[in-house]
């Protein structure tokens, strides 16, 4: 069974600092993406990634693919309040093609 | 923009209940999924469809059936409603294969006292 293992699973900052969260599998995953859930809505993607070693820059969110394709990062610079939220790694892959998440990172950043 | 619809957002039942919980998809998607999400657990997959009046088991089908009459509408069905279906229930679409990228729902909050 393929796993997606997310750490951290929670985490509280203050503005302005910066953080990564880390997405790890044992198994192949022929792409990745990363969703951001704010409560009380369903999850919104951020971006995907396909390539080994591939790095994808969103405004102040970096993500990067490693280069086996099992493991994912996402680092935020100067993290806002506004990127309080819930975290969510997934990779394709999964039985009958379907999804594979992570349990997510919650994320809170304090003013 | 696609937009998946959840027509419930909270809903409080009673055990034993038969409970149903729509979604409506407007951009012709071919692939339909229900998850339900639960602290520490993650998204667990239940039922999807590729197809109308198609349906595939996911990880934790147990307890629930869903019926896709027409292409737009996903419906996810529970029975008898339990303490243990107490959750967060997720419903997603995507145009093709299934692992393109989901579109969302805002969720439906279900608690069954």
């Known amino acids: 069974t393929q796993l997606l293992e997310q750490s951290p699973q929670f985490l509280s900052i203050q503005e302005g600092e910066n953080l990564t969260v880390y997405c790890n599998s044992s198994s192949v995953f022929s792409s990745l993406q990363w969703y951001r859930q704010e409560p009380g809505e369903g999850p919104v993607l951020l971006v995907t990634v396909v390539t080994g070693g591939e790095v994808k820059k969103l405004k102040r969110l970096t993500f990067q693919f490693g280069d086996a394709r099992k493991d994912s990062s996402l680092h935020i610079t100067a993290a806002q309040p506004g990127d309080t939220g819930l975290y969510l790694c997934a990779g394709a892959g999964g039985s009958q093609g379907n999804l594979i998440f992570g349990k997510g990172t919650k994320l809170s950043v304090k003013p | 923009d696609v937009k998946v619809t959840q027509s419930s957002r909270y809903l409080v039942k009673r055990t034993g209940e038969k409970v149903f919980l729509e979604c409506v998809q407007d951009m012709d998607h071919e692939n339909m999924f229900w998850y339900r999400q639960d602290p520490g657990l993650g998204l667990r997959l239940i039922y999807f469809?590729?197809?109308?009046?198609?349906?595939e088991k996911g990880d934790i089908p147990e307890g629930y059936s869903v019926s896709r009459e027409k292409k737009e509408r996903f419906s996810l069905i529970l029975e008898s409603a339990s303490t243990n279906q107490t959750s967060m229930y997720l419903c997603?679409?995507?145009?093709?294969?299934?692992?393109?990228?989901?579109?969302f729902g805002a969720g439906s909050r279900l608690t069954v006292l």
């Open positions: 997603a679409s995507n145009l093709n294969s299934g692992a393109n990228v989901l579109t």
């Open positions: 469809s590729y197809d109308v009046k198609m349906k």
